[in-house]
Each structure stands twice: as structure tokens, then as C-alpha cells.
């Protein structure tokens, strides 16, 4: 898939920073002068002259560097939360004649938005020339899920003489789905594991399509019995055969929440992401459903559709608690299906029909 691009150009003011060099040559210029007007010689006031001369062309040949410069940042097409992911940033030299020296790319915090930079660390190049781009592989880092729409970074450089670092802030305006981190909380692992196990289970059955090999157990039929691998073993082998038609996992997600409970909201759906993900690595059937949602893999999409949904669905607060709220749906459950439900209202949760048999 093709990665999405996040073209901005440089537009924003130059910000002066000094650095440790250029406080060194300030205290030089200062005595220099000082020097020169309380003495009178001719000599230091050249050597002041053309020390400011420096500094003057120091910062007008900063500014062109900085000058004509357009940042891209590629991004692969799914990124999760909370993710080291590999990405690309591609700065081209717009200037036709005049190179781009050391420049230094940075990512920068949001605080209007409380945010953090999604770039760890800064990325140096050395030179850029005219007309020309130069990628960089850069490990990039979202810290939640929901929709990115802007994203801040500082070109920066010390170029020539290294007395002043110039920056400049650049933000990329383009929207960034980002899925619900993928790691495993505790105890989802063991869920997810179960599942499986249950799965399994759910596969064996009168079938056609001849399944494995098992030890003989009292409820078995023996006409499974299987009379070579008996005779080879010692012991009574019979032949499992799998279902006709697979089950399906169906996951019901509860939008409604008490007041208070956003953070145990952002858990389940975490929770949820990882085991529809989980599932979706065993090229299981899953079926997720929540209020205005329904969607089944692989059948009617793929697991990134649902991912999708788990990024962007918001919470729906009771102002009464236990109540069951907008996100109440009555759905009947497949007698031959797996179920999980997902709701942050524990005994209090009334939105799907329950069968006695649940799992």
C-alpha cells in the first residue's frame, strides 16, 4: 500500500537561539569593542568591523538556507497507538541554485493541544542541494488513537559559523487515523488464549474434512475408531473430523459508560482491538458489534475495517448509572458462535440479549 504524504512548506518566522560558540564570540566582540573605542587603534576597530561583518553574514546566509525548503513525512497506511512505527521524512530543496546546509529535523510538542511530538529523535542533514530531496527513516510514535490531524516539527541549523541555531516551526495539516495500541494488557493474553482453545474445540465435529488424530475417549462413537493407528500405538486412536461450517467469534462492544469512567472506556477498547487482532492472525471469524456497527471478517471486510472503528468510536455517558442508555441493541447470539462482550458497566450491562449458555 502506499504510504500518505504530509507535504508542508517552510512559512513560519526564524526563531534565534545562541549557542555556546556564539556567547564565546559575543564576549570576544564586546571587548574587541571596547577595546577599540577606548584606545583608538585603527587595528581593533578592523578586527571589530569584521567581526560584525561575520555576524551579519552569518545570519543572512542561515536564513537562505532555511529558506525554500518543503517537508514531506510518509507514513505507512495502518499505524497503531503507543507503537515505535517506521516512517520516512523527505525534505526537498526548492532553490534552484543555493544548497541547504546541516540541517536539523525535530519534532516539537504540541501544548496547545497537550500532545507530544511523535518524533523521538532529531535528524540530521548534512546538505540538501538545489532542486534536489533526501529521505530518512525516522521511528515515529502516536500517543493515542483517534484522528491526527496536525503534527509539529523545527527545522533548524548552525550553519555557517555555528554562533546562532535558527529554527523554525513547521506543521503538517493532514489527518492520520491511528488504531488503538495492539500490546496486550494484563490478563488479555490468557482471554485471548481461551478463546482459542475454545475455537478449537468448536472445530472438531461430524464433517466431512478429516481433522487429527486423537486417544480414544469414552463419549467417542466407535465408528471413529481408527484401526491402523490403533495397532501402530497400542491404544485406541480415533479420527475427529471438523464441522461442516465454522464457528464465529462474536464480540459485542458496549459504548455506554458511568460518568467517571473514560479511562476504563480507553482499556476496553484496547482490549478489544487485541483480541479481534489476535483472532484475525488465526484467520478466525469474527463478528464485532456495537451500537450503529456490525461487521464481519473476513466475509463482509477486513480486520483493518474494524480497527478503524476502535479508533474513531466515542463513549456514550449515562447520566443515570446502570442505565443501559443509546448503546442499547438487542441482538440474539449464534446458538454455534463464541461470544465476548466488552462493557465497562459490568452487572449493570443490558444492551444484548444474553443466552443462559454465554461465554
Given at each position: ?8 512548506r ?20 564586546a ?33 537562505l ?5 518543503e ?163 497400542g ?45 484475525a ?60 462482550i ?18
Amino acid at each position: 500500500m502506499s504510504p500518505a504524504r504530509f507535504p508542508a512548506r517552510i512559512r513560519r518566522r526564524i526563531r534565534y537561539r545562541v549557542t555556546r560558540g556564539g556567547v564565546f564570540f559575543m564576549l570576544a566582540l564586546a571587548l574587541t569593542g571596547v577595546g577599540a573605542f577606548l584606545s583608538g587603534n585603527n587595528l581593533l576597530f578592523l578586527i571589530f568591523a569584521a567581526m560584525m561583518a561575520l555576524l551579519l553574514v552569518s545570519g543572512f546566509i542561515s536564513r537562505l538556507v532555511l529558506a525554500g525548503l518543503e517537508l514531506e513525512l510518509l507514513l505507512p497506511a495502518h499505524v497503531s497507538a503507543r507503537t515505535p512505527t517506521p516512517a520516512r521524512v523527505r525534505i526537498r530543496n526548492l532553490k534552484r541554485l543555493t544548497s541547504s546546509f546541516s540541517i536539523e529535523l525535530a519534532g516539537r510538542d504540541d501544548a496547545a493541544h497537550d500532545r507530544a511530538s511523535i518524533l523521538g529523535a532529531p535528524v540530521y542533514f548534512p546538505l540538501i542541494p538545489g532542486r534536489a530531496a533526501i529521505e530518512a527513516p525516522v521511528e515515529v510514535v502516536f500517543p493515542h488513537r483517534g484522528r491526527h490531524r496536525e503534527n509539529l516539527f523545527a527545522i533548524s541549523t548552525k550553519f555557517p559559523f555555528g554562533f546562532l541555531r535558527k529554527s523554525t516551526r513547521v506543521a503538517l495539516h493532514r489527518e492520520t487515523i491511528v488504531y488503538p495500541a495492539l500490546e496486550p494488557r494484563p490478563g488479555m493474553e490468557v482471554l485471548l488464549g481461551s478463546i482459542a482453545a475454545e475455537m478449537d474445540a468448536h472445530i472438531r465435529g461430524d464433517g466431512r474434512d478429516f481433522y487429527r488424530i486423537r486417544p480414544y475417549e469414552p463419549q467417542d462413537s466407535a465408528r471413529h475408531v481408527d484401526w491402523k493407528s490403533t495397532a501402530h500405538a497400542g491404544r485406541l486412536q480415533v479420527r475427529e473430523f471438523t464441522r461442516e461450517r465454522q464457528g464465529m467469534v462474536e464480540i459485542f462492544f458496549d459504548r455506554c459508560i458511568d460518568p467517571g469512567q473514560g479511562q476504563r472506556f480507553e482499556e476496553l477498547v484496547e482490549d478489544c482491538a487485541f483480541v479481534a487482532w489476535g483472532l484475525a492472525e488465526r484467520e478466525a471469524r469474527v463478528r464485532l458489534r456495537s451500537d450503529r456497527f456490525d461487521l464481519a471478517i473476513p466475509d463482509e471486510g477486513e480486520v483493518y475495517d474494524l480497527l478503524r472503528f476502535l479508533a474513531l468510536v466515542e463513549p456514550v455517558v449515562s447520566l443515570t448509572p446502570g442505565a443501559v442508555g443509546d448503546s442499547s441493541v438487542q441482538v440474539r447470539f449464534g446458538e454455534s458462535n463464541l461470544q465476548v462482550i466488552f462493557s465497562a458497566r459490568g452487572e449493570g450491562f443490558q444492551g444484548f440479549a444474553r443466552p443462559a449458555d454465554m461465554t
